[in-house]
C-alpha cells in the first residue's frame, strides 16, 4: 500500500479526556518503527507540548493551532506559514471583556462569546478567519486551517499528501479529511464528519485508532468509496459505458501492457500517465524509444535525455523528482543498448530509496521492458522485483513473452491490447488461463480493434471503480497530450521505405514520395491540387498519418477538411497551413 503517512487529531481522536492512552503509545511506536511517518495535527497551542516529551519523540511533526503553527521536533524549529494576526485586530481581540486564549498565531474562545468577535472582525475589514471545533472558537491568521497546515509540513518534509491517512472527530477537522488521500473517522466523530469520511472505525477515539494503526501497519486498510472526482477516465466499455477506475489500482499494483506493435499499448500507457499526473501522483516514465516525449508538456513535468539533449546524470534526475517534486521522462533512446541498462539498472536502484525515504514517486512506467530485462538474460531483476513489491509499477511491452519471467510472476493485473504471436498467446494460456470465460476472451484479443484493450485483475478483490470486475474490454478515451510514436524519427528521418507516402493522381501516375513529415510539407505545396484532392477525399492521407506516423491528431484535422469539401486552391493553403503547425509544434520537440 502506498498509504504511509497517519495524520491525527489529538482530542477525542488520539486521545480520550486529554490522555493518550498507554496501549494507544505503543501502537503509535510500533507503527514508527514499521517505518511510518506520523503527524499530529490538533487545535492545541504549541506549549502543550514539551521539547523532549513523548508528542516530540514520537511525531516527525506538530501542527498546532489549528494549522497555524508548525514544528518539526528533528530540526527543533518552529513555523509560522501563514504568520500572525494583524496587531491591531490583535488588541481589539484582547480587549473584548470575554475569556481568551492566545496562542502563538490564534486567539480562542468558546461560544457563546463568538458574536462580539465577528462583530470585531466585520468593524475592522477581516484580516483573519473563524473556525469551530465542538463549542470552541477560533480566530487564525487568514489560510490557516488544519489541511493546510498539513499540506505546508509535508512540502517541508519532502512528502506527498497522496500518501496520508488522516483521522479526525470534530469539524475542525474537515480540511485535514478533504486533504488525504485516505479520510478516516472515529466512531465518535461528529455526523458531519462521518459522512465526509471514506472510513468510519468501528471504534472511539484512541481503541480505533490503535485499530486504524494496526491496519496501516498491516497493509489491510479496506478500499475508499467509489467518487467522480477521484477516477482516472480511461475510455468506454462495450455499450459505451464510460470507464473509470480508482488511482489505487494504479499505484498499489503491478502492471502488464502487452500486445502488438501498433495495437494502441503506447497510446494506453502515456494514457494512464496522463491521467495519474492530473490528479497530483508522481510519475516516472522510462522510455526506451522516445515514444513519450509529449508528456513532458504537462504541468510539473520534465524530459530527461533524448536526441538532442545531454543525458542527465542519475543523481540529477533524481534531484528533479525529490527536490523539485517533478515528473520525469526519462529518454534512453540516443543511448547504446549496454549503457542504456547501466543507467536504467543506477536510475532504478535509485528510485527504490527514494520510494523507501518519501514513499514516491507513486507509480513508474517501464516501456519495452524486453529489452533491458528479457527472458534469456536477466541481470537486473532484481531491482526491478524489489520496486514491485510495493506496486505502483507498470512494463510495457509488444512481446510480453520475450519479458524475464521473475518479473513476469510478479504482474497482478494485465492490459492486453491485439496480439496474434503464438508465443504470447501461450503466455497468456499458462498466466490467465483460470480466469473465467479464458477461451472466449483469447478469442477476443486476438480480434481486438485498435485502441481497444482487455483488462483482467488477478487480485482476490475486484478493480475499483470497474463495477465490481475482475475482467473488461474497453476503449481508451482522448489523450490530453498527443501520442508521437518515434517523434525524432518521423520528423526528419526517413521511415521504412514501405511507410512511404506515394503521391499519385486517378490516372496513377506518380508526382512524388514522402519519407517524413518534413517531405510530405513540400509536397503538399508543388504536386497538382488534382493529387491534392483525390488522395484528400480517398482518406489516404489520414489513414497514413495514422498507421505510418501514428499522428492521430493531425490525421484527425484532415478528416475536418473532407468534411468541409474544401477544394482547389484554398484546399492546398488549408493543408499547408495545418501542416506547418504541426510540424513547429513537434519540432520544437525534438
Given at each position: 500500500?502506498?498509504?504511509?503517512?497517519?495524520?491525527?487529531?489529538?482530542?477525542?481522536?488520539?486521545?480520550?479526556?486529554?490522555?493518550?492512552?498507554?496501549?494507544?503509545?505503543?501502537?503509535?511506536?510500533?507503527?514508527?518503527?514499521?517505518?511510518?511517518?506520523?503527524?499530529?495535527?490538533?487545535?492545541?497551542?504549541?506549549?502543550?507540548?514539551?521539547?523532549?516529551?513523548?508528542?516530540?519523540?514520537?511525531?516527525?511533526?506538530?501542527?498546532?493551532?489549528?494549522?497555524?503553527?508548525?514544528?518539526?521536533?528533528?530540526?527543533?524549529?518552529?513555523?509560522l506559514p501563514f504568520g500572525r494576526l494583524q496587531q491591531?485586530?490583535?488588541?481589539?481581540?484582547?480587549?473584548?471583556?470575554?475569556?481568551?486564549?492566545?496562542?502563538?498565531?490564534?486567539?480562542?474562545?468558546?461560544?457563546?462569546?463568538?458574536?462580539?468577535?465577528?462583530?470585531?472582525?466585520?468593524?475592522?475589514?477581516?484580516?483573519?478567519?473563524?473556525?469551530?471545533?465542538?463549542?470552541?472558537?477560533?480566530?487564525?491568521?487568514?489560510?490557516?486551517?488544519?489541511?493546510?497546515?498539513?499540506?505546508?509540513?509535508?512540502?517541508?518534509?519532502?512528502?506527498?499528501?497522496?500518501?496520508?491517512?488522516?483521522?479526525?472527530?470534530?469539524?475542525?477537522?474537515?480540511?485535514?479529511?478533504?486533504?488525504?488521500?485516505?479520510?478516516?473517522?472515529?466512531?465518535?466523530?461528529?455526523?458531519?464528519?462521518?459522512?465526509?469520511?471514506?472510513?468510519?472505525?468501528?471504534?472511539?477515539?484512541?481503541?480505533?485508532?490503535?485499530?486504524?494503526?494496526?491496519?496501516?501497519?498491516?497493509?489491510?486498510?479496506?478500499?475508499?468509496?467509489?467518487?467522480?472526482?477521484?477516477?482516472?477516465?480511461?475510455?468506454?466499455?462495450?455499450?459505451?459505458?464510460?470507464?473509470?477506475?480508482?488511482?489505487?489500482?494504479?499505484?498499489?499494483?503491478?502492471?502488464?501492457?502487452?500486445?502488438?506493435?501498433?495495437?494502441?499499448?503506447?497510446?494506453?500507457?502515456?494514457?494512464?500517465?496522463?491521467?495519474?499526473?492530473?490528479?497530483?501522483?508522481?510519475?516516472?516514465?522510462?522510455?526506451?524509444?522516445?515514444?513519450?516525449?509529449?508528456?513532458?508538456?504537462?504541468?510539473?513535468?520534465?524530459?530527461?535525455?533524448?536526441?538532442?539533449?545531454?543525458?542527465?546524470?542519475?543523481?540529477?534526475?533524481?534531484?528533479?523528482?525529490?527536490?523539485?517534486?517533478?515528473?520525469?521522462?526519462?529518454?534512453?533512446?540516443?543511448?547504446?543498448?549496454?549503457?542504456?541498462?547501466?543507467?536504467?539498472?543506477?536510475?532504478?536502484?535509485?528510485?527504490?530509496?527514494?520510494?523507501?525515504?518519501?514513499?514516491?514517486?507513486?507509480?513508474?512506467?517501464?516501456?519495452?521492458?524486453?529489452?533491458?530485462?528479457?527472458?534469456?538474460?536477466?541481470?537486473?531483476?532484481?531491482?526491478?522485483?524489489?520496486?514491485?513489491?510495493?506496486?505502483?509499477?507498470?512494463?510495457?511491452?509488444?512481446?510480453?513473452?520475450?519479458?524475464?519471467?521473475?518479473?513476469?510472476?510478479?504482474?497482478?493485473?494485465?492490459?492486453?491490447?491485439?496480439?496474434?504471436?503464438?508465443?504470447?498467446?501461450?503466455?497468456?494460456?499458462?498466466?490467465?488461463?483460470?480466469?473465467?470465460?479464458?477461451?472466449?476472451?483469447?478469442?477476443?484479443?486476438?480480434?481486438?480493434?485498435?485502441?481497444?484493450?482487455?483488462?483482467?485483475?488477478?487480485?482476490?478483490t475486484p478493480m475499483h471503480g470497474a463495477a465490481s470486475?475482475?475482467?473488461?474490454?474497453?476503449?481508451?478515451?482522448?489523450?490530453?497530450?498527443?501520442?508521437?510514436?518515434?517523434?525524432?524519427?518521423?520528423?526528419?528521418?526517413?521511415?521504412?521505405?514501405?511507410?512511404?507516402?506515394?503521391?499519385?493522381?486517378?490516372?496513377?501516375?506518380?508526382?512524388?514520395?514522402?519519407?517524413?513529415?518534413?517531405?510530405?510539407?513540400?509536397?503538399?505545396?508543388?504536386?497538382?491540387?488534382?493529387?491534392?484532392?483525390?488522395?484528400?477525399?480517398?482518406?489516404?492521407?489520414?489513414?497514413?498519418?495514422?498507421?505510418?506516423?501514428?499522428?492521430?491528431?493531425?490525421?484527425?484535422?484532415?478528416?475536418k477538411i473532407v468534411h468541409r469539401k474544401v477544394k482547389?486552391?484554398?484546399?492546398?493553403?488549408?493543408?499547408?497551413?495545418?501542416?506547418?503547425?504541426?510540424?513547429?509544434?513537434?519540432?520544437?520537440?525534438?
Amino acid at each position: 500500500m502506498h498509504l504511509s503517512i497517519l495524520a491525527s487529531d489529538l482530542d477525542g481522536t488520539l486521545a480520550e479526556h486529554g490522555h493518550v492512552a498507554p496501549a494507544t503509545w505503543q501502537a503509535l511506536r510500533k507503527a514508527k518503527q514499521a517505518q511510518k511517518t506520523l503527524i499530529l495535527v490538533t487545535g492545541r497551542s504549541l506549549a502543550t507540548f514539551a521539547p523532549d516529551g513523548p508528542f516530540a519523540e514520537v511525531f516527525d511533526a506538530i501542527v498546532a493551532e489549528n494549522g497555524a503553527v508548525i514544528y518539526l521536533p528533528r530540526q527543533d524549529s518552529v513555523i509560522l506559514p501563514f504568520g500572525r494576526l494583524q496587531q491591531g485586530l490583535l488588541e481589539r481581540l484582547l480587549g473584548l471583556p470575554i475569556p481568551l486564549e492566545h496562542g502563538m498565531a490564534l486567539v480562542a474562545t468558546h461560544v457563546p462569546h463568538d458574536q462580539p468577535i465577528i462583530d470585531v472582525l466585520r468593524e475592522y475589514g477581516g484580516g483573519a478567519s473563524i473556525e469551530y471545533n465542538l463549542g470552541s472558537v477560533m480566530v487564525l491568521p487568514q489560510g490557516a486551517t488544519k489541511g493546510t497546515g498539513l499540506a505546508f509540513v509535508l512540502r517541508e518534509l519532502g512528502l506527498s499528501l497522496h500518501n496520508v491517512v488522516a483521522c479526525g472527530d470534530a469539524e475542525n477537522d474537515l480540511s485535514l479529511l478533504q486533504a488525504s488521500e485516505l479520510a478516516v473517522a472515529v466512531a465518535n466523530a461528529t455526523p458531519e464528519l462521518k459522512a465526509t469520511a471514506d472510513l468510519v472505525l468501528d471504534q472511539p477515539s484512541g481503541a480505533g485508532m490503535r485499530q486504524l494503526l494496526g491496519q496501516l501497519i498491516d497493509g489491510t486498510l479496506p478500499a475508499r468509496p467509489i467518487r467522480p472526482e477521484r477516477q482516472l477516465a480511461l475510455g468506454y466499455q462495450l455499450g459505451q459505458q464510460p470507464f473509470h477506475l480508482d488511482p489505487w489500482h494504479l499505484v498499489d499494483r503491478v502492471w502488464s501492457i502487452g500486445g502488438a506493435s501498433g495495437s494502441g499499448k503506447s497510446w494506453l500507457a502515456g494514457l494512464l500517465a496522463e491521467e495519474l499526473i492530473a490528479q497530483g501522483y508522481q510519475v516516472v516514465v522510462i522510455d526506451p524509444e522516445g515514444d513519450y516525449r509529449s508528456l513532458s508538456a504537462l504541468p510539473h513535468t520534465m524530459l530527461v535525455g533524448g536526441q538532442n539533449s545531454h543525458q542527465q546524470r542519475v543523481g540529477d534526475a533524481i534531484t528533479l523528482c525529490e527536490y523539485g517534486n517533478a515528473n520525469l521522462i526519462v529518454d534512453l533512446s540516443s543511448m547504446e543498448q549496454e549503457a542504456r541498462n547501466d543507467y536504467l539498472e543506477r536510475l532504478l536502484r535509485e528510485l527504490l530509496d527514494l520510494r523507501i525515504r518519501r514513499s514516491r514517486p507513486h507509480w513508474i512506467l517501464l516501456d519495452e521492458i524486453q529489452q533491458s530485462y528479457p527472458a534469456w538474460k536477466s541481470p537486473y531483476t532484481g531491482t526491478v522485483q524489489a520496486l514491485m513489491a510495493g506496486g505502483g509499477v507498470a512494463m510495457v511491452s509488444y512481446r510480453p513473452s520475450l519479458i524475464a519471467r521473475p518479473l513476469l510472476e510478479a504482474v497482478q493485473v494485465w492490459a492486453i491490447t491485439n496480439t496474434t504471436t503464438p508465443e504470447d498467446l501461450a503466455l497468456f494460456d499458462e498466466l490467465l488461463g483460470t480466469t473465467p470465460n479464458w477461451a472466449h476472451t483469447r478469442r477476443q484479443i486476438t480480434a481486438l480493434p485498435r485502441g481497444h484493450a482487455y483488462l483482467t485483475d488477478l487480485g482476490p478483490t475486484p478493480m475499483h471503480g470497474a463495477a465490481s470486475e475482475h475482467n473488461i474490454i474497453f476503449r481508451t478515451g482522448l489523450r490530453r497530450m498527443p501520442h508521437i510514436r518515434h517523434l525524432h524519427k518521423y520528423v526528419t528521418v526517413p521511415l521504412p521505405r514501405n511507410k512511404w507516402f506515394v503521391f499519385r493522381d486517378d490516372t496513377g501516375t506518380m508526382h512524388g514520395t514522402a519519407a517524413n513529415l518534413a517531405e510530405f510539407r513540400m509536397l503538399i505545396g508543388r504536386v497538382p491540387i488534382a493529387t491534392l484532392e483525390y488522395h484528400l477525399y480517398r482518406n489516404d492521407f489520414a489513414y497514413w498519418l495514422t498507421d505510418s506516423l501514428h499522428d492521430a491528431e493531425l490525421s484527425r484535422q484532415m478528416r475536418k477538411i473532407v468534411h468541409r469539401k474544401v477544394k482547389g486552391p484554398a484546399l492546398r493553403a488549408e493543408l499547408e497551413a495545418i501542416i506547418a503547425a504541426r510540424y513547429d509544434e513537434l519540432a520544437t520537440m525534438l
